[in-house]
């Protein structure tokens, strides 16, 4: 009986892991707490590609490694302080090539300047709708609480990401609480050109209930922001993961043109 606890548990602890690996491979930033003007309309594009990562099914989600992701986002400035999304997602993978791998839809709100807050606030809510391929039975929802300090060029920013499942039970997702994925970033403005930074994303696991040190998710992603003129930014960083259950080597990059 005891072993058979045993490995029940280790099956159970494998397969979040493995859920805790597939972490957000089409849209690797660390929000800011600022949101577009209103009117302004901006568009990016992520396009990502894990070199090294996971080799197996993990239910209907495909193994990561070798898979190229180009996601399209387009942005909106509602009103002050107050701005909305909308994601394509695709990929390419190995044996099946270009494919639709779903959508997103964002809103972020950013705390007023007026408030004279000691630290820039956000918050951001998305909703997300992947293929069973690339996240699972069923959509999720993503709240992120947003924290940013300026300190001359330096920046330091917190997303706080709290992520569920929207399914119920075994036929419709999965009874899974609400996981913590914390991101984070220090970035330097070394000139009006080259901002250096280092963005930090992790998966921990249900809150209550972390995942232990070994089955986490930890990646580090040092890189540059190139401001190619007015309107255009061009992002690029190479992520290393310190856990097996991660990704463990990837390239991402980052596009923005504001329209």
């Known amino acids: 009986m005891r072993i058979r606890t045993f490995a029940l548990a280790g099956v159970c602890l494998l397969a979040a892991a493995a859920r805790l690996a597939a972490q957000d491979p089409f849209e690797i930033v660390v929000y800011p707490a600022a949101t577009a003007a209103p009117g302004e309309w901006e568009l990016e594009t992520h396009l990502n590609y894990t070199a090294r990562g996971t080799t197996a099914f993990n239910g ?65 809510v998305e909703l997300e709708a992947p293929r069973p391929a690339y996240g699972g039975a069923s959509p999720t929802v993503e709240l992120t609480p947003i924290l940013e300090k300026r300190f001359g060029n330096l920046r330091l920013g917190l997303n706080a990401n709290f992520e569920r499942d929207l399914g119920e039970g075994e036929a419709g997702g999965t009874e ?51 401001r190619l003129g007015d309107a255009v930014t061009l992002g690029l960083s190479v992520g290393a993961g310190t856990t097996t259950v991660g990704n463990r080597l990837v390239f991402a990059s980052r596009f923005e043109l504001d329209l």
């Open 60 to 124: 209907t989600v495909a193994p990561s490694q070798h898979q190229t992701h180009l996601t399209l986002e387009l942005t909106h400035g509602i009103m002050a302080n107050w701005e909305a999304s909308a994601y394509l997602l695709t990929a390419h993978r190995p044996g099946v090539g270009a494919e639709y791998a779903g959508w997103r839809l964002r809103s972020r709100v950013h705390a007023p300047l007026q408030w004279k807050l000691p630290v820039e606030v956000g918050f951001s």
């Open 176 to 226: 899974e609480g609400w996981e913590f994925e914390p991101s984070a970033l220090v970035a330097y403005r070394a000139s009006s050109v080259v901002t250096a930074k280092l963005e930090y994303h992790g998966a921990f696991g249900e809150l209550g209930s972390p995942l232990p040190g070994s089955a986490q998710v930890h990646q580090f992603f040092p890189g540059v922001d190139l």
